[in-house]
């Protein structure tokens, strides 16, 4: 797999593949979605770590941040397969939504 800029839709067709071959089916949506709040778990556990107050355990230490956001987008990229999103689209979509909707928004925002 060539990772180098690799598009939200390739993403979602290697990840499909990988699922297809190597880890034989998709796991149930509702399954995808515990364990995808698992892992936004872990990123938020690791977060509070490196940038909040709290302290490392000794089993958070040797953990990356890039791994476990990687982590949360496979899952996420996975049910968006399971049910029939296409990613990109859906992102494009966003932009369009928040750029109408926030235009001025921000700007106007005195607490920022």
Known sequence: MNTVDLTLRQAQQEVDEWIRTVGVRYFS??????????EVGELS???VRKYGEQSYKDT???KELADEMA?????????????GVDLT???KK???KK??????????????
Not at 71 to 83: F, R
């Open 60 to 62: 958070d230490r040797n």
């Open 94 to 96: 966003n932009f369009e």
């Open 29 to 38: 949506e509702l399954t995808n979605l515990g364990i995808l709040m698992e």
């Open 99 to 112: 750029n109408k909707r926030d235009s001025e928004r921000h700007s106007k925002n005195c607490k920022l």
């Open 45 to 47: 556990r690791l977060m």
């Open 89 to 91: 689209d859906a992102l």
């Open 71 to 83: 982590d949360v987008l496979w899952v996420l990229i996975c049910l968006a397969n399971q049910t």
